[in-house]
């Protein structure tokens, strides 16, 4: 076993920049002899609006909080940095933000010259909307249909999510530091191990590990380094946080994690098969892992992400305590949404707008999906959304539709100074609302296609 | 039936880690966890915990619950359900999908004493 060769790759963060990164156990990984630090800063979770709306869903002190630890880190040891899907969405924006925070890191630090690769994985919509015009058929995701136009007219930026191929190119070519456009969680990791001549089925899979950092591990914490190591048979798995153990139930817990099938991950060059994989225990605080398998795809693939605006947004908070108003709620919602529909019509029209009352105390948290949608407590908090094609008109609506409850006439009423308490009056201006409009596969030749890499010195 | 002669425990009391979280945009996923390998068999075998009963439960037709399978490595009952609009879209809860579980602390599954 001792002669046998390994790789260790280090991951200290599920999404940089989403909370710091914690200090303690990613000094200790360093010392653990990593050869790589991987860190992924990607999610869809955030919802739509920082990729439609090309903004970075986490405080620029964060990134370069992480950003700072990863480039000294690396460059303290001499080995390379991977940081993917950079600043949450992957945009060409969020790239050239991250190689800039790795400028200013190694410029101030004198850490240079230090040799920077940057893939862009954003699409433009045009060409995509040229190959559907060629017969290629987009399909989608989730049931979704094949990607068409008027798809595409509705979508304001788009991200292609890259697998392991142009980050082995970037490693090729000299690269030390590199970030990454949208990529797969997967493939950031897999890269330097494929490159090494590691098994596929391995690489990937202790990618799909390694993704969310300390959450294969337990007790359950965040931002916490673990090292995975991979060799020609094996994984093994260790946290760098000394409360935590990675265990064979916390290890197969997180395989599962976020995915519709947990036997299954698919990326760009084919697909992880986990049917047959063996978690043992190797002491208290270390796992194996073992039997994952890896499935060419016929022709590789490229999952495409889009969003696009749905209108502008205003939101309105209050609260109602009169318990003869709380047993009439539906009827207080529906005189407000009347006295919308005088001013504007409809709801839901094209071109028009849309209104939701959020009551929390009733279902605020699971919407249509609340088994028990009563209220059984003394208060309820409302929160009215309104969307619009203007601002104007998103505040009226959320304005008229909440001040109407304060109005609402019901058969019987003792509060005849008002029926709703306003947690201030006021009109609150949100970020306009976005919709996931894309969500698909595009067929490749090559799983290079699409990404663009531009090589850099800095600190030179 | 199973829990006139056996005994019924809450789903809550039997499970270490029951959650929800997307997954992809347009799903939420739902992991049960369990360590006591009974109660992991128990949870396999249940009629309380089929795609009809969580359609019912969560008031969505039986279609929309795209996935149900047991994954023994994790000793875990996994579904997944379709949301009405992708996550994160106005008027959509719960915008990461990680408050969609409570409602399953409830679900009383049958134990058999015998096991």
Known sequence: MSTQRQMRLMSPTGHLGFTPIERGSFEIGLRHEPDAIVADSGSCDIGPYPLGSDQPHSPREWQMHDIELIVRGARELGIPAIIGSASDTGTDRGVDDYVAMVREVVERERLGPVRVAAIYSEIDRELLRGLIRDGVEIAGLNGRPPLDEATLDRTDRIVGVMGAEPIIDALDAGAEIIITGRASDSAIFAAPALRAGYPKALAYCLGKLLECASFCAEPYMGKETVIGTITDEELILEPMHPGQRCTPASVAGHAMYERID?????????????????????DERRTRVTGPRFIDAPRPTIKLEGAGKVGERALAIMGIRDPITLSYLDEVIAFARRKVEERFGPPGQPGGYELF????????????????????????????????????????????????????????????????????????????GYQWTVAHVLPVDDPRELFRTRLLTVGG | MAGETGTTMKLRDMATTIRSKNAGVDHVTFDIIFREPRYYEAAKRSEALTPQRIAELYRIPVEDVVSFVAFDPAQAIKFTIRRRRPAGSPGEPDT??????????????????AD
């Open chain 1, 357 to 432: 009352y959020h009551v929390f105390g009733r279902n605020g948290v699971m919407g249509y999906l609340e088994p028990t949608p009563e209220v059984v407590g003394h208060e309820v908090g409302v929160v009215v959304e309104a969307v619009a094609p203007t601002r104007v008109m998103a505040d009226e609506i959320a304005a008229l539709g909440s001040r109407n409850m304060f109005y609402a006439r019901l058969p019987v009423v003792k509060g005849t100074a008002g029926g709703a308490s306003f947690f201030s009056d006021e009109v609150l201006a949100a970020r306009p």
């Open chain 2, 96 to 113: 990461f999908g990680s408050q969609m579980y409570p409602p399953l602390f409830g679900i009383e599954i049958a134990v058999d004493d």
């Open chain 1, 262 to 282: 947990p036997f299954t991950e698919t990326v760009s060059a084919g697909s992880l098969d986990l049917r047959g994989i063996r978690y043992e225990a190797i």
